[in-house]
């Protein structure tokens, strides 16, 4: 959360090299930030990383695994506020090219992932969420994909089309998409935390299929993390209850 990567022996836990690119990062993060935050992701030879760069800015950067050279680095698109990009690269295959998409507060782009050259960039300033959105890209079609967005006390989840020069919206959901709280997809319906509770959202047009919280008042303000096991939504609430349900859009709750 310091601003370094790290390599370690697997068997071991020997430490093969360390990276950063400011040797100054563990003094870099500012006041009330969550810090480097951003899972590494390994694309060939290549190891992508969100690593801080000075107090208000940040790079996403490939180091070789081998060594830990770095391959390329390009600055974090930020709205200027010092907010930091905190969901993984995903990575895109199109015609045997192998692109990666990062997504900060203020840009979602598409770079090359051998030497980050920028091939297209869409943004999402207007959106003004409080943070960089938390819970990387769930693609639910080859070209589609939903993404949380976190706003004060609220969160709302959109889907995006990928196209040939950048991507279209295609709607927005304040009903689900709840701060950091992740999302699943089966046959075309999402479900996940929002304002209401656990709650469905048909894919296709955003519209909400049902809502639902415990009947216990005691729980009444619960989020929390849901996982799909086979044809089955499994969440953890904030109060520590687990609860499991059929992923089914019916009137049917769960």
């Not at 390599?7 to 071991?12: D, P, R």
């Not at 490939?62 to 390009?74: E, Q, T, V, Y």
């Not at 207007?126 to 994909?145: A, K, S």
């Not at 479900?191 to 656990?198: E, F, K, N």
Request: proline share 4%; net charge neutral.
């Amino acid at each position: 959360a310091m601003g370094r990567l790290y390599c370690l022996k697997l068997s071991s836990g020997a430490e093969l090299w360390e990276q950063s690119v400011n040797a100054n990062s563990n003094s870099c993060v500012p006041h009330g930030a969550f810090g480097d935050g951003v899972s590494p992701v390994i694309v060939g030879d290549l190891v992508i990383a969100n690593l801080t760069a000075s107090a208000d800015s940040a790079e996403w950067c490939a180091f070789k695994k081998k060594n830990g050279r770095l391959a390329w680095s390009i600055p974090v698109t930020s709205r200027g506020t010092g907010d930091r990009a905190y969901a993984a690269p995903h990575i895109l295959t199109s015609d045997g090219n192998t692109n990666l998409l990062l997504i900060s507060n203020a840009t979602i782009d598409c770079v090359d992932s051998l030497t980050g050259k920028r091939l297209w960039s869409h943004p999402i300033s207007d959106l003004q969420m409080q943070y960089g959105p938390f819970i990387g890209p769930v693609f639910y079609d080859t070209d589609r994909f939903l993404l949380g967005a976190w706003y004060s006390g609220n969160g709302s989840a959109l889907a995006f089309q990928v196209c040939d020069d950048g991507l279209k919206r295609l709607w927005q959901n304040w009903s689900i998409g709840k701060n950091a709280c992740s999302l699943v997809v089966y046959r075309r319906y999402a479900y996940g935390y929002g304002i209401g509770g656990l709650t469905c959202v048909d894919t296709d047009n955003g519209r909400v299929q049902w809502k639902w919280r415990s009947g216990d008042r005691q729980y009444e303000g619960d989020q929390g993390e849901t996982i799909l096991v086979r044809d089955k939504i499994v969440w953890l609430s904030t109060s520590g209850v687990l609860y499991m349900a059929m992923a089914s859009p019916g009137t049917e709750q769960p």
